[in-house]
């Protein structure tokens, strides 16, 4: 356990673009093994983001629950196929979306957190995290988020509690719904 302050407590680096499943069907199952040791790595509990300086957002800061993939209540299925590894073993690949977050702070940082399980065969693989961290703009009900770690920027927008955004987490070019409920 670290006896460091919370505010210089840094997570690993598990950037969300960069580490995007990567398990399109041209890429097989040895690319989703790749995946599965790296994700494997993980965000830390306990990250902390500063936000000094950046314009206050009241009222739509704290925590923002998965709800919904695509059309699909958690666990959602994201990717499901059979491929052919480099031995000639046909495998099957799924990839469950099972939990994430969207954590806001009301002066415009966010921690964006997914959770996935791998299933190879019929057998459950170890949890998989991936996530980022960054800063967020609002623009009416439109927010911009900016990743930390120069992965680039995607977008939703806020309603009622609601906050809907569309990600490529397959990086297939067909991103998929995420809604998060407050």
């Known amino acids: 356990m670290s006896t460091r302050p919370a505010s210089v ?4 680096r598990v950037p969300a673009r960069g580490l995007r499943l990567r398990l399109a069907r041209r ?3 040895l690319s989703a093994l790749r995946i599965i040791g790296v994700l494997g790595a993980g965000l830390t509990g306990g ?3 500063s936000d000094a300086g950046l314009a206050p957002e009241p009222g739509i800061g704290g925590a923002y629950t ?3 993939v695509g059309r699909d209540t958690l666990p959602a299925t994201v990717y499901d196929s059979t491929t052919v590894d480099g031995a000639g073993s046909r495998l099957r690949v799924v990839v469950q979306i099972t939990s994430g977050t969207m954590t806001l702070s009301s002066s415009g940082g ?3 957190r997914l959770t996935y399980d791998f ?3 019929g057998v459950r693989q170890p949890t998989a995290p991936l996530g980022d961290i960054g800063t967020y703009t609002r623009e009416g009900a439109v927010l911009n988020f900016e990743s930390g770690y120069g992965q680039g920027t995607m977008s939703g927008t806020l309603a009622a509690g609601k906050l809907t955004m569309a990600q490529d987490l397959l990086d297939d070019g067909a991103p998929l719904s995420l809604v998060y409920q407050k």
């Open 9 to 12: 407590i840094q997570p690993r």
């Open 27 to 29: 890429r097989g199952v």
């Open 66 to 68: 998965l709800m919904v």
């Open 47 to 49: 990250c902390v983001h």
């Open 110 to 112: 966010y921690i964006f």
């Open 119 to 121: 299933i190879i065969n």
